[in-house]
């Protein structure tokens, strides 16, 4: 795992649309927006292993 970076992959608060993003420390930022859980799952998965690091799944947790 790559110095404690983490993808996560969730809804915004206020909106329905699917997120992916990247959180170091108490920085986050959002690197890919959709409606389709699909799409959002295969880019998190392909930037985490081009980045090395863990997908954290929000929606299943």
Known sequence: MNGGSV???GTKER???IVVRFF???NKFT???TN???K???KAN????LLDVEI???IKN
């Open 24 to 26: 170091a420390g108490n």
């Open 40 to 42: 959002a799952l295969s």
């Open 31 to 33: 690197v890919y927006k």
């Open 7 to 9: 993808s996560a992959i």
């Open 46 to 49: 392909q930037l985490a292993q």
């Open 56 to 58: 954290y799944d929000a």
């Open 15 to 17: 909106h329905e649309k």
């Open 36 to 38: 389709n859980y699909q």
